[in-house]
């Protein structure tokens, strides 16, 4: 296994960039060091911090990016956070995480694998001071692949898929 990088930030500011998207949803905490590099990429930005996630309301952003905003917040509201953001706040969303337990001044510690049941994918893996972070990515476009099921072969009348709207 190659060894982690430590230019998260890069990596980050190329995706968003890539995105072409028009809004930005930045839910930054402690990491707003890179805040003001993704604030260019976008025509429209929201920032918000962590502790205001309350204030999103039923908006939908082209992107979501939360960097270090997981870690700031109680697990209750992190998780309630972070199902927000990737259920209604935004089509695309990127989350920057510190891993494991060796951080110090973080509320709620995360593990590679409570990303991944929130249905996000691990994109990088980076190290800040001999310490882990990693950068999740969710895609509300092709975050499921459609399964084998789906299709006209497995219905009780393949003639008639796609004819009616049941």
């Known amino acids: 296994m190659p060894e982690p990088e430590n230019d998260y930030g890069a990596d980050l500011e190329r995706w968003v960039r890539a995105q072409n998207a028009r809004s930005l949803l930045l839910i930054a905490g402690d990491n707003s060091a890179l805040a003001p590099r993704l604030a260019d990429a976008a025509a429209e930005v929201t920032h918000l911090a962590p502790a205001e996630h309350g204030r999103l309301g039923q908006r939908t952003f082209d992107v979501a990016v939360l960097l270090g905003a997981l870690e700031s917040l109680e697990p209750?509201?992190?998780?309630?956070?972070?199902a927000k953001v990737r259920d209604v706040a935004a089509r695309r969303t990127m989350a920057l995480v510190r891993i494991g337990g060796e951080w110090p001044c973080t509320v709620s510690r995360w593990q590679r694998n409570d990303l991944l049941g929130y249905g996000f994918q691990l994109f990088g893996r980076y190290v800040e001071d001999s310490r882990p972070v990693h950068l999740y990515r969710f895609d509300l476009f092709d975050y499921k692949p459609v399964p084998d099921w789906l299709n006209a072969r497995h219905w009780?009348?393949?003639?008639?898929?796609?004819?009616y709207r049941w």
Do not use: D
């Open 156 to 163: 009780a009348h393949p003639e008639l898929w796609g004819k």
């Open 76 to 82: 209750r509201s992190a998780a309630a956070l972070l």
